[in-house]
């Protein structure tokens, strides 16, 4: 019996050992060799054998080597050669990429591969883009096989792909052969896109971003389109992008009833400190209506404090603007300005070196224009600054230097007209109690200019000018009251003012030719009263807001001729007429001003407006009306009104009565309906200016967007556009609608 008990305890412990050696099985684990120094193999599945260099392993196969993740129900792998061959459910982990496949070939030593049948997602990290249609979701394909080239390669033959919903996708791109550069781009070959299915258009070559570097060149889609004025549309551009901080764009358009346009940009960005933008834009029209525009922008921090900013703009002809703008705004601008300078601000100081080009089309046909420039020009400027303290006087001083050019239907004169100020100011601040309050500025200006006019014509004979001015600027206490309620306080105030001016000195105001408002220096002897109140408003213990502020100023002209400079039955334009309202309203002496009146409503809600009106006294009606509101009445729903109205004298500026208005709900890029409404309507000459209706749809990985546009701009633009865009989410648009045109 012991014998058998023995015997029976031996045979116990032989099943045991090989009930353990069979679950060793199961979940055994095995290190394989890998290429020296680049770490070890692992391979994990619930059975496996070794037969000379080649492991065998069944159920739930994992091989892990470095970010590399093979899972299978079946891997046979090779130490010798390095090449791991998986069947059966098998898929692949790198990084970013994720491949669903029947069959997969890996070699580990290489990294090189391939896969059969295979269902593949790329996880991408994207910068939402303002101007793009933006969706999270991974870049998912499917193909009969995938070569893996290399860590960041994929070549994917027979395929599709798409970034919306795999079981349903809205559009897919299909191509016989694709290269995937994860979290670059893909580029297709023979591809076509399909929406719902239904091919749209074919591509022998494409390429689309895949990651967070999509810089790459390449046309962009083709723009389609019709016109009843221009006839078919088709054009396409080019990007460029040689380096991560440069990249160009050239374009061409064809225009079946007009001719061909060009358009091209340029951005550049070589440190964190420069930029420079450059776009231009032109057309061979058949009807000699053609032209061209360009810009250029350039911004640059330099050593030493200095700053460099240019902003250039040049534009053919006014013509051509009208026939060939895309949008109402930019065809009804008829002034061109360029601006360079470079600047240095230090310790209350400013030195600047500046350039300026302005040119205003008066006329399309004939084409007239004013023209006016200062290059070179150096300005020097000093805030006011007390040198003694026990003193309250404050000194600063302007100085300019420049050569300025003017030509008009008027006057031409020379390229340079050299000019120079000097002007030296010493401010008095008193204090007569906390109630009252006197500013008093001194000024001792002292001009020259290298040539002068008389009777109309241009004389090469320097002129000067030195004037004496003084202000007098008077604050009195102002009124307010204060109430609480119980989770707010107001408070109402009454502000009034009152500001003394006066300059003499200038003489034969009429002599001096007049480039820009420096010129415009006229004699005068003059009080502006006005009065302010406001209305505050703060919220518990939160900041203090503005609700409501209404201001009425006035000038009183002791002297109504202003030194000889007005001239009557003329519309009369310098400082001291304009420094109260930009509407002209002098073509006779006279000692009163209009009263200006200007209210902002900006109860910090859903809504906000300001309307401004001059009523003139000596005409006795309102002579020009500003009216802007802005309403948020529900959600993304938005209105907008404008209404501008002159109504003083032809002779002083044309009379017009127009009025704006845009009605929109939504976002540019905002999943669901969006649409907008925009119209101008002149009630003067009664006639719709412009009309535009968007309406536009946002899915999770496209959109569709339409356009109805009116324009009446005369006999050169007038007609009826429609125009459409498939937004593709994280491409763009395709179409002849683009997003710079969206009203909303």
């Known amino acids: 019996m012991a014998y058998r008990l023995a015997g029976s305890r031996r045979l116990y412990r032989l099943l045991f050992s090989a009930l353990l050696l069979t679950c060793g099985a199961v979940f055994s684990r095995a290190q394989t060799p890998a290429p020296t120094g680049q770490g070890i193999a692992q391979l994990e599945a619930k059975q496996q054998?070794?037969?000379?260099?080649?492991?065998?392993a069944d159920g739930d196969v994992e091989i892990r080597y470095q970010q590399i993740h093979l899972f299978a129900d079946h891997v046979e792998y090779n130490t010798t050669t390095y090449q791991a061959v998986a069947r059966d459910h098998v898929r692949f982990e790198y990084n970013m990429l994720e491949l669903?496949?029947?069959?997969?070939?890996?070699?580990?030593?290489?990294?090189?591969?391939?896969?059969?049948?295979?269902?593949?997602?790329?996880?991408?990290?994207?910068?939402?883009?303002?101007?793009?249609?933006?969706?999270?979701?991974?870049?998912?394909?499917?193909?009969?096989?995938?070569?893996?080239?290399?860590?960041?390669?994929?070549?994917?033959?027979r395929a599709w792909l798409t970034v919306c919903e795999p079981q349903r996708p809205t559009w897919t791109f299909q191509a016989s052969q694709a290269t995937l550069h994860v979290d670059h781009s893909v580029a297709f070959v023979n591809a076509n896109f399909r929406l719902f299915r239904l091919p749209l258009i074919y591509l022998p070559y494409a390429t689309m971003p895949a990651g967070r570097k999509v810089r790459q060149s390449g046309f962009l889609t083709p723009e389609v389109g019709s016109s009843r004025t221009k006839g078919f549309?088709?054009?396409?551009?080019?990007?460029?992008?040689?380096?991560?901080?440069?990249?160009?764009?050239?374009?061409?358009?064809?225009?079946?009833?007009?001719?061909?346009g060009q358009t091209a940009g340029l951005r550049l960005r070589p440190s964190e400190n420069i930029t420079l933008n450059a776009n231009y834009s032109g057309l061979v029209d058949r009807l000699h209506q053609g032209g061209h525009s360009f810009n250029i922008e350039f911004k640059a921090l330099l050593p030493g404090g200095w700053r460099a900013v240019a902003d250039l703009n040049q534009l053919s002809s006014l013509v051509y603007r009208l026939a060939f703008a895309p949008t109402f705004n930019?065809?009804?601008?008829?002034?061109?300005?360029?601006?360079a300078f470079v600047t240095n601000n230090f310790d209350g100081f400013s030195i600047n070196f500046a350039a300026s080009d302005y040119k205003n089309f008066l006329t399309a046909t004939p084409e007239t224009a004013v023209v006016l420039r200062q290059a070179p020009e150096v300005r020097f400027h000093s805030v006011d600054q007390e040198p003694w303290k026990r003193w309250p006087f404050y000194f600063g001083v302007d100085v300019f230097s420049d050569a300025a050019?003017?030509?008009?239907?008027?006057?031409?004169?020379?390229?340079?007209?050299?000019?120079?100020?000097?002007?030296?100011?010493?401010?008095?601040?008193?204090?007569?109690?906390?109630?009252?309050?006197?500013?008093?500025?001194?000024?001792?200006?002292?001009?020259?200019?290298?040539?002068?006019?008389?009777?109309?014509?241009?004389?090469?004979?320097?002129?000067?000018?030195?004037?004496?001015?003084?202000?007098?600027?008077?604050?009195?206490?102002?009124?307010?009251?204060?109430?609480?309620?119980?989770?707010?306080?107001?408070?109402h105030t009454i502000e009034p003012a009152a500001v003394y001016r006066y300059v003499t000195g200038v003489n034969d105001f009429g002599n001096f030719i007049r480039f820009d408002e420096d010129s415009t220096l006229t004699d005068t002897n003059e009080v502006e009263y006005s009065v302010t109140q406001r209305l505050f408003h703060r919220a518990g213990t939160g900041s203090s807001d503005e609700l409501v502020s209404w201001r009425v100023a006035q000038k009183y002209y002791l002297d109504p001729t202003f030194g000889g400079a007005l001239v009557p039955g003329q519309r009369n334009v310098f400082q001291a007429l304009d420094s109260l309202t930009p509407f002209a309203f002098a073509d006779s002496p006279r000692t009163f001003s209009p009263i200006v009146s200007d209210i902002?409503?900006?109860?910090?809600?859903?809504?906000?407006?300001?309307?401004?009106?001059?009523?003139?006294?000596?005409?006795?009606?309102?002579?020009?009306?500003?009216?802007l509101l802005g309403v948020r009445p529900y959600g993304k729903l938005q209105v907008s009104l404008a209404r501008y109205s002159v109504n003083a004298a032809s002779a002083l500026q044309p009379l017009s009565n127009q009025i704006r208005a845009t009605v929109s709900y939504g976002e540019l890029n905002r999943r669901g309906w969006n649409?907008?409404?925009?119209?101008?309507?002149?009630?003067?000459?009664?006639?719709?200016?412009?009309?535009?209706?968007?309406?536009?749809?946002?899915?999770?990985?496209?959109?569709?967007?339409?356009?109805?546009?009116?324009?009446?701009?005369?006999?050169?633009?007038?007609?009826?556009?429609?125009?459409?865009?498939?937004?593709?989410?994280?491409?763009?648009?395709?179409?002849?609608?683009?997003?710079?045109e969206v009203v909303y």
């Open 49 to 56: 054998r070794r037969e000379g260099q080649i492991f065998y």
């Open 100 to 157: 669903e496949a029947d069959r997969a070939e890996l070699n580990v030593r290489t990294g090189v591969g391939s896969f059969e049948h295979v269902h593949g997602v790329a996880h991408i990290e994207r910068r939402p883009n303002a101007s793009v249609l933006f969706t999270p979701n991974p870049l998912t394909f499917q193909a009969d096989s995938v070569e893996r080239l290399d860590e960041h390669t994929y070549r994917i033959h």
């Open 330 to 339: 930019e065809a009804v601008n008829s002034e061109v300005h360029s601006t």
């Open 405 to 491: 050019y003017r030509s008009d239907t008027q006057i031409t004169t020379p390229a340079m007209v050299q000019r120079s100020e000097l002007a030296p100011r010493v401010t008095l601040p008193l204090a007569l109690g906390p109630w009252f309050h006197i500013t008093s500025t001194f000024t001792f200006r002292s001009t020259r200019y290298g040539a002068q006019q008389a009777n109309g014509v241009v004389v090469d004979q320097s002129i000067a000018r030195t004037t004496e001015e003084v202000q007098v600027d008077l604050r009195p206490a102002a009124l307010e009251r204060t109430w609480e309620t119980a989770n707010a306080k107001w408070k």
């Open 600 to 627: 902002k409503i900006s109860p910090q809600t859903r809504f906000d407006g300001e309307f401004r009106a001059d009523y003139d006294p000596l005409r006795q009606r309102i002579t020009a009306q500003e009216l």
């Open 233 to 260: 549309m088709l054009g396409d551009s080019y990007y460029w992008a040689p380096t991560d901080w440069a990249d160009a764009t050239i374009g061409a358009q064809l225009l079946s009833l007009r001719g061909w």
């Open 675 to 740: 649409g907008a409404f925009s119209t101008s309507y002149d009630i003067r000459q009664r006639f719709v200016q412009n009309e535009v209706a968007q309406v536009s749809y946002n899915g999770s990985c496209c959109g569709v967007a339409f356009e109805y546009r009116r324009l009446a701009l005369g006999p050169v633009q007038r007609g009826n556009e429609f125009r459409a865009a498939l937004v593709i989410a994280n491409l763009g648009m395709f179409g002849n609608l683009r997003r710079k």
